[in-house]
């Protein structure tokens, strides 16, 4: 599976964006993956923010974004979605998404980088006024 993640851009603190990453490939079946959001802002390691399961809507977030991120599926467009509401300066960072294969009837959302064989490409957020 391939992945392209897109929507990202220049915002004010507290405005909202919303980021897309949208799976592609022969074959393929989106409910057969688990997908991460994860982001890496300069001098940080990146770090997991936001996960849902295969097709049973098990979702994590990371503390940071608790509350002002949301995630949602659309298996019949093969896209995943990050709603980011009330953005913070320190929500600067370039997000990517990635692919871990799943069972589609578990509530397999896993948090760690190494569970994620696929990854698209970032793409930029920046908060700033």
């Known amino acids: 599976v391939q992945l392209q993640a897109s929507g990202g851009g220049l915002v004010q603190p507290g405005g909202s964006l919303r980021l897309s990453c949208a799976a592609s490939?022969?074959?393929?079946?989106?409910?057969?993956?688990?997908i991460g959001w994860f982001r890496q802002a300069p001098g940080k390691k990146r770090e997991v923010i936001s996960c849902?399961?295969?097709?049973?809507?098990?979702?994590f977030y990371a503390d940071s974004v608790k509350g002002r991120f949301t995630i949602s599926r659309d298996d019949v467009k093969g896209t995943v979605y990050l709603q980011m509401n009330t953005l913070k300066p320190e929500d600067t960072a370039v997000y990517y998404c990635?692919?871990?294969?799943?069972?589609?009837?578990?509530?397999?959302?896993?948090?760690?980088?190494?569970?994620?064989?696929?990854w698209g490409q970032g793409t930029q957020v920046t908060v700033s006024s």
């Open positions: 849902i399961a295969g097709s049973d809507g098990t979702t």
């Open positions: 490939g022969s074959g393929y079946a989106l409910n057969y993956y688990a």
């Open positions: 990635a692919a871990a294969s799943a069972n589609p009837s578990s509530n397999y959302a896993p948090v760690q980088e190494t569970s994620y064989a696929y």
